[in-house]
């Protein structure tokens, strides 16, 4: 019997199926679990993706030839039933399920739960929170698979940002938040409280926001920050802009200001200080570490293989609770929101630090573990 899911160099195939899934070689058929580029590529000459995913695919990729499905129904594609289900990622993102002659797989792509039990106060509000779905193969991502991964509540991390902003405000500045356009973006917009100030946002930021808010989803109607003549109006503003805009001349119209990173890298403070920002605020896209094992364990799935982040802590892992684990190398994570091109380094050195840590330690141990190993001080005046 032929797994239902392998890995060839166009991307993840599903053989009884002929159709990749997240490919990142152009192929004729591809399974689209959501929009972030690594995951969707230009070039396929069939795209298949969740129904409220079309929007921001459009977006990105253009007239391009897509069919999509609602969460739950269920096509039959020589003899493999696939359907889509909520990952909680970003809108419109979708863990594929397959089944074919009794078994059962489930590819996740990217997805979002936190914490070690269920809350649905920590949803990501902009989609559809992940749904569990019950297989015998669970293919998982690992972006954060390591113990010291661990988000705060939600409530605590807006009230953190709110405070931030409300304090800038009243200090006359400006308030610049860096996040990935995509998803990031908009769960900022969605989390902070509007009535401290104006919210205006960077150009690459508005096409996502509209077709999130043609989806439905409650993202305000900001302005451009281009588009804005007075400029004292930016002195109570919150700014909302993607790494690309960091330190950019773009940034000038503001004047004084303060600048901010959110990024679930924020948590390593060796990340915080090579990006060079007055703050970092750790808010993810992606499952924590208690987040993923409760996720896996809620699939029921006897074998899990991971793909893109800590394949080799979790693949331990996963083994020593008796699964059959391994991995698959694949070509994602290098465009994804969380790690925009000048942290690459600076997270590679405290993630190896980080990875001795939990390859070391026993679970008990590992689960105690909520500081992250720092190789300098945050606010290192020579960095
Ligand atoms: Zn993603
Ligand atoms: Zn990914």
């Known amino acids: 019997m032929t797994d239902l899911v392998v890995q060839r160099k166009e991307g993840l195939y599903c053989p009884p199926g002929d159709f990749y899934i997240d490919p ?4 004729d058929r591809a399974v689209i679990t959501h929009a ?3 995951h969707s590529r230009r070039g396929n000459s069939h795209y298949l993706a969740a129904a409220p995913a079309e929007g921001v695919l459009r977006t990105r990729l253009g007239d391009i030839d897509l069919q999509t499905m609602a969460y739950g129904d269920v096509v039959d594609h020589f003899g493999v039933r696939l359907s889509l289900h909520p990952a909680g990622h970003v809108l419109g993102s979708a863990q594929v399920r397959l089944e074919h002659a009794g078994r059962v797989w489930v590819a996740s792509g990217d997805y979002y739960v936190a914490g070690s039990t269920a809350d649905a106060g920590e949803d990501n509000k902009t989609c559809a929170p992940f749904e569990p779905v019950r297989c015998h193969c669970f293919i998982t991502e690992s972006t954060f698979g390591l113990p010291i991964y661990r988000w705060q509540p939600q409530a605590e991390l807006f009230a953190d940002i709110n405070a931030w902003w409300r304090a800038n405000a ?3 500045r400006a308030s610049l938040i860096i996040g990935y356009a995509f998803g990031k973006a908009q769960r900022i917009l969605m989390g902070v409280d509007r009535s401290i100030g104006p919210i205006v946002v960077h150009g690459a930021v508005e096409p996502l926001n509209r077709a999130y808010r043609a989806a439905g989803v409650d993202v305000p109607q900001t ?3 281009t588009e804005i003549k007075d400029r004292s109006l930016f002195r109570r503003a919150l700014v909302v802009a993607p790494p690309s805009a960091q330190a950019s001349t ?3 119209r503001f004047g004084d200001y303060s600048d901010a990173f959110a990024s679930g890298w924020m948590q390593l403070r060796g990340a915080r200080r090579r990006r060079s920002v007055d703050r970092g605020f750790v808010l993810s896209d992606h499952a924590d570490w208690p987040g993923l094992q409760r996720a896996i364990a809620a699939t029921g799935a006897e074998r899990v293989i991971v793909t893109h982040g800590y394949e080799a802590v979790m693949v ?3 083994s020593d609770q008796g699964l059959e684990a391994s991995a698959f190398a694949t070509e994602y994570g290098q465009d994804d929101d969380e790690l925009p091109g000048a942290l690459g380094e600076a997270v590679a050195a405290a993630e190896r630090a980080a990875e001795h840590v939990a390859e070391s330690v026993s679970d008990a ?3 105690a573990i909520v500081v992250p190993p720092e190789d300098a001080p945050v606010d290192d005046p020579g960095a």
């Not at 990142?24 to 192929?27: A, C, D, E, F, T």
């Open 250 to 252: 773009w940034t000038r």
């Open 365 to 367: 141990e590992a689960a």
């Open 223 to 225: 302005p451009i920050a």
């Open 36 to 38: 972030h580029g690594d």
């Open 316 to 318: 331990r892992w996963l």
């Open 170 to 172: 009243d200090a006359g």
């Open 24 to 27: 990142w070689r152009p192929v």
